[in-house]
């Protein structure tokens, strides 16, 4: 029996894992922005008062364009408020799961990331995720730090619902092509977590692991899949990154390997298409 609590649960990720059952002896805290993690006083007043003893941290600055221009903003949350929470539970003897990103990655191979390969985050946003993560190692707390990539669910902003949105008011899309990466669904993320807190002896498997759904596409391809779904006629057009600049700049390619997270937890991931069909279909 634990009490977990999942901060940032407004969220995609966190909307997924309140609709999922966790063992029924354990006591659940959900909270968003009431509890600002980049409070410390706040964070630990709430651990307090319920025994928390699991920290499932969901919440994060996760616009990336924006964060270019505020990145003090990013860092606050994804840095500073991590750093806290990772303070509480190496005092208190907690263990912090903490998601992270693909885009810690510059992009620039073309084999799948494997958790030992070296970070180099080309946005503000990647590069205070990858402070998060450091944040959390130094502070030699008990943790287990998720990297996923592309998420989407059916509710908040994410791609899949960007193209869909677009569709129904244009009758042509231009997507890039030369970005890939794999698309992963929320809801899948959530049961690989909870997998994860059911294991005996979770220390003996703190560290970093990957998780996104199998096999990997473009956004072009991406988009094409959602609209074939929802039987849209819009079109959508291939185009380069540097034909439809972003404000950040994202890695061309940011493929997870997810074998780490598979193998030692017993997973069996599915493909991000049969993903997209049981979200969207
Ligand atoms: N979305 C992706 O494509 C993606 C890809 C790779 C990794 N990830 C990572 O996966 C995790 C979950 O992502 P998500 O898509 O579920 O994120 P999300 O939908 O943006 O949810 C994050 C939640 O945290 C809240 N929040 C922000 N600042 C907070 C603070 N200071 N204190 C408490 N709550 C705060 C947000 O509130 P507001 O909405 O009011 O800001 C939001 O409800 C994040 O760590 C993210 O970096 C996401």
Partial sequence: MANIWITG??????KALREKHFNPLDELFFTDREVDITDPRA???????NDVDTIINCAAYTNVD???????????????????LAALCREQGNLLVHLSTDYVFDGETNAPYH??????????????KRDGELAIRRSGCLHLIIRTSWL??????????AILRLAAERDELRVVNDQTGSPTFAGDLADAILRLLSVDELPEYQGIYHYANAGSCSR???????????GSTCRVIPVTTAELPARAPRPPYSVLDSRKIRDAFGLEIPDWRDALRRCFG
Avoid: C, M, W
């Fill in 43 to 49: 964070i630990t007043d709430f651990a307090n008062k």
């Fill in 152 to 161: 989407f669910s059916s509710t908040g902003d994410n791609f899949p619902r």
């Fill in 66 to 84: 924006r964060a270019e221009d505020h990145e003090q903003d990013a860092r606050a949350v994804n840095r500073d408020g991590v750093a806290n």
């Fill in 115 to 128: 958790e030992r390969h070296a970070t180099n985050p080309l946005s503000a946003y990647g590069r205070t």
């Fill in 9 to 14: 649960a407004d969220g995609q990720l966190g």
């Fill in 220 to 230: 072009y391809d991406l988009a094409r899949e959602i609209l074939a779904l929802s």
